[in-house]
């Protein structure tokens, strides 16, 4: 009944204002809701929030033990871009207990809203409902626009550090006062260094090393795609790809003491003279290519399998 009740006032009538108590409440609820339909001794140690496409791939090689629409998540959202499939799955991948979102929101869903406080706390909402669930390491995965030239389409790259000056800030606002939230959080130990690493690790032991990069992230609102303009600011000043996504959900994840990890798979290439002239056709359809997804899957399976051992190492 209770739940009911909750899926009848979510998502439709937003709240004005952003109240942390029912915020709590509503992960607590949805937490408990997912939990009642994982097995028992289901702990999930990683959540992967897989973008559109390619990245994605890794949701059919995973041992799942449990799918989960949003649609039927109190207080989960639905995503309402094409490529993006809605889902909660769990499972094992490499032995790894994980918790998969096939699909984000994004803050251009929701930034119309009111309150951009409330619009940016429904997009990260699924950060704190996995920290509820017992996840410590979070891994974003977007499809990105690439601003470095060595970049190929369908390349991977691990972001080393973002730049973030077009979303209003995600910890704006009345404090989340759970999950030993900070008011004002470094930023300097985002990406964790030695998980970069492995990442890197598992792309040469795939043989995909020339293929995936290291580098910075640079988010905008979206829904646009860049001016030749806005391309050449965030090259100058050191991005090398663009998305639309992510970094709200990185500081979420750092504040509520996750690690952190995320890998743009580059759908398109922006020229040197700044031109963007891609699509979301375009985008779809990189991220849809069969190498593009093998080469995804097998440097995340792989990153998997080198991130079990250090879990069973004795040093950890
Ligand atoms: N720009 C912004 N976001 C994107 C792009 C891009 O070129 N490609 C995929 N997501």
């Known amino acids: ?127 704190y409902v996995a920290r509820a669930l017992g996840a410590d390491l979070y891994i974003a995965t977007n499809a990105a626009g690439g ?30 006062d759970f999950m030993n939230a900070m008011r004002f959080q470094p930023q300097h130990g985002q990406y964790n260094k030695d998980l970069r690493a492995l990442v890197n690790q598992a792309a040469h032991r795939v043989g995909e090393g020339n293929r995936v990069h290291q580098g910075v992230y640079a988010a905008l609102t979206g829904p646009t795609f860049e001016s030749n303009a806005d391309s050449l600011l965030l090259r100058k000043n050191g991005a090398d790809a663009v998305g639309m996504s992510t970094v709200p959900e990185i500081i979420t994840a750092s504040n509520i003491g996750m690690e952190t990890l995320g890998i743009s798979l580059i759908s398109n290439v922006i020229a040197a003279d700044g031109t963007n002239a891609t699509s979301h056709e375009e985008v779809t359809a990189a991220l849809e290519d069969p190498a593009t997804r093998k080469r995804a899957t097998s440097v995340l399976h792989e990153f998997f399998r080198l991130y079990a051992q250090t879990l069973a190492s004795p040093q950890r």
């Open 1 to 127: 009944m209770v739940q009911k009740e909750h899926h009848h006032v979510y998502p439709r009538e937003q709240p004005v204002f952003f109240n942390a108590e029912e915020y709590r409440h509503r992960i607590d609820h949805a937490a408990s809701f997912i939990k009642e339909r994982l097995p028992k001794d289901f702990v999930p140690k990683a959540v992967v929030t897989l973008g559109s496409g390619g990245l994605g791939a890794i949701a059919e090689s995973m041992e799942k033990v449990a799918t989960i629409p949003y649609g039927d998540i109190p207080g989960f959202f639905k995503p309402t871009v094409v490529g993006h499939a809605g889902n909660l799955i769990a499972g094992y991948i490499e032995g790894v207990p994980v918790i998969g979102y096939q699909g984000r929101r994004h803050y251009y869903e929701d930034g119309g809203q009111p309150n951009q406080v409330v619009a940016l706390k429904d997009v990260v909402f699924p950060v």
């Open 147 to 176: 601003l470095n030239p060595a970049q190929k389409p369908g390349d991977l790259m691990t972001i080393t550090s973002h730049i973030d000056i077009y979303f209003p800030n995600v910890l704006l606002g009345p404090q989340v």
